[in-house]
């Protein structure tokens, strides 16, 4: 049983999210070399849909973090995260992200594999609040599925997803259940209908920084 949308348990997310995500580990890294070519002087930092607290860990170890923040809905998670960070200068919040009210407080903002779980009328008020609550030139960086262009692109994807799956040991039964999420579980948009929900709620630079498959890391400037 799960306390959370993905398809994993807190304890198996780690692993699995490998097993199901190419490139996975790259996701923090490209986050990490944004943030840190941008040289905010001690980064405030809010990790929304925080997961097991792995861009905590990653950022705290490389880059000068005055607070980080963990916000998460799944009470698993967090203790996961809370695990895993033990730092003075992490802070956990077990909370709907959409009751949250910050208002001008960072200088960071991560999503990972988080917005593709919202309708579109939920997805346009979580970036409606990224913005709020980022500081005038703040960076917020989203990472997550979207949808390819065409139906012929879609399937295309979906199998090659699938091949992928299938070589790191998982079954076929496995790998159709996690397909069929696919409009189902999680509502991938096209990287035309990112960019503009993007500018629409109010960010003056919108850009891509990583993408492969039906993976994307795209980025917005306050």
């Known amino acids: ?72 809905c799944s009470e698993e998670m967090l203790e996961v995260a809370q695990k895993r960070c033990r730092f003075s200068n992490v802070e956990f919040v077990l909370c709907d992200f959409f009751k949250m009210s910050y208002r001008n407080e960072f200088d960071v903002i991560t999503a990972i594999q988080v ?7 939920e997805r346009k008020l979580a970036f409606q609040k990224y913005y709020e609550a980022l500081k005038e030139n703040g960076l917020f960086i989203s990472f997550e599925n979207f949808a390819p262009f065409s139906d012929f692109g879609k399937r295309l994807y979906l199998d090659k997803w699938k091949e992928y799956q ?9 790998c159709e259940k996690h397909r069929k999420r696919y409009g189902k579980d999680y509502f991938p948009i096209t990287l035309t209908e990112h960019i503009s929900l993007m500018r629409d709620s109010g960010f003056r630079v919108v850009e891509i920084l990583w993408i492969s498959n039906m993976q994307v890391g795209i980025w917005g400037m306050k």
């Not at 799960?2 to 996975?24: C, G, H, M, V, W």
């Not at 490389?62 to 607070?67: A, G, S, Y």
């Not at 299938?166 to 496995?174: A, L, S």
């Open 115 to 121: 917005n593709h779980y919202f309708q579109k009328e």
């Open 1 to 72: 049983m799960r306390d959370n949308k993905s398809a994993f348990s807190a304890k198996e997310y780690d692993l699995k999210i490998k097993k199901t995500l190419p490139y996975y580990d790259d996701f923090y890294e490209q986050i990490i070399e944004l943030v840190d070519v941008c040289n905010y002087n001690g980064i405030k930092w809010l990790d929304v849909g925080c997961g097991t607290g792995k861009m905590a860990e990653q950022a705290l170890k490389k880059l000068k973090i005055k607070q980080f923040v963990c916000c998460d």
């Open 166 to 174: 299938i070589r790191q040991g998982k079954t076929e039964t496995e």
